[in-house]
T-cell receptor
Framework: EAQVTQNPRYLITVTGKKLTVTCSQN?????MSWYRQDPGLGLRQIYY???????DKGDVPEGYKVSRKEKRNFPLILESPSPNQTSLYFC??????????????FGPGTRLTVT | KNEVEQSPQNLTAQEGEFITINCSYS?????LHWLQQHPGGGIVSLFM???GKKKHGRLIATINIQEKHSSLHITASHPRDSAVYIC????????????FGKGTHLIIQP
């Protein structure tokens, strides 16, 4: 089954404790992206990757890191989480390199709470 | 940066009604997506449009590139259509990723 998986689905952590949210897709997609969703602000792009070893900042990259060492995986790293990073996070992938013009496949979301 | 506006923000209707959700954007785009977010939080892609009209079951999406406007229509609405509908645009060549509207919260009452 074609899917995007994220782990963990729920996470409560404390300020400053490094964490990683994993994202993996089994569709051989080149394009992957991370978004955060906040009430009243909607979805906003954090980082995206057009292919292996190619990543770029989205609209709200501060406080986040990503890496794309393999095509299928695109982990989101919070080196020193802060309460303002409490949010619902989505990973997504699509097939075309450099273009988000094809159907987007979303992961199930990760609800992160930073206290 | 593209500004994406959706209307209405909230919509409550009776089962069977014809529903229209609108999306407008400020800068020319290469494609527009309509997404559906269920109450449980999951997001699914409904349509990707670059011109004209697409239909899938009771859902119809149209786009007018010149007017920078798209609409999502639901015919014979049903309570299971209750969800948040999100418009997202792809500007330029698409390498910038998606810019999203804030969503339309639709409730269909039986």
């Amino acid at each position: 089954e074609a899917q995007v998986t994220q782990n963990p689905r729920y996470l409560i952590t404390v300020t400053g404790k490094k964490l990683t949210v994993t994202c993996s897709q089994n569709m051989n997609h080149e394009y992957m992206s991370w978004y955060r969703q906040d009430p009243g602000l909607g979805l906003r792009q954090i980082y995206y990757s057009m292919n292996v070893e190619v990543t770029d900042k989205g609209d709200v990259p501060e406080g986040y890191k990503v890496s794309r060492k393999e095509k299928r995986n695109f982990p989101l790293i919070l080196e020193s989480p802060s309460p303002n990073q409490t949010s619902l996070y989505f990973c997504a992938s699509s097939p075309r390199p450099g273009q988000a013009t094809y159907e987007q496949y979303f992961g199930p979301g990760t609800r992160l709470t930073v206290t | 940066k593209n500004e994406v506006e959706q209307s209405p923000q909230n919509l409550t209707a009776q089962e069977g009604e014809f529903i229209t959700i609108n999306c407008s954007y400020s800068v020319g785009i290469s494609a527009l997506h309509w997404l559906q977010q269920h109450p449980g939080g999951g997001i699914v892609s409904l349509f990707m449009l670059s011109s004209g009209k697409k239909k899938h079951g009771r859902l119809i999406a149209t786009i007018n590139i010149q007017e920078k406007h798209s609409s999502l229509h639901i015919t014979a609405s049903h309570p299971r259509d209750s969800a948040v509908y999100i418009c997202a645009v792809v500007s330029g060549g698409g390498a910038d990723g998606l810019t999203f509207g804030k969503g339309t919260h639709l409730i269909i009452q039986p």
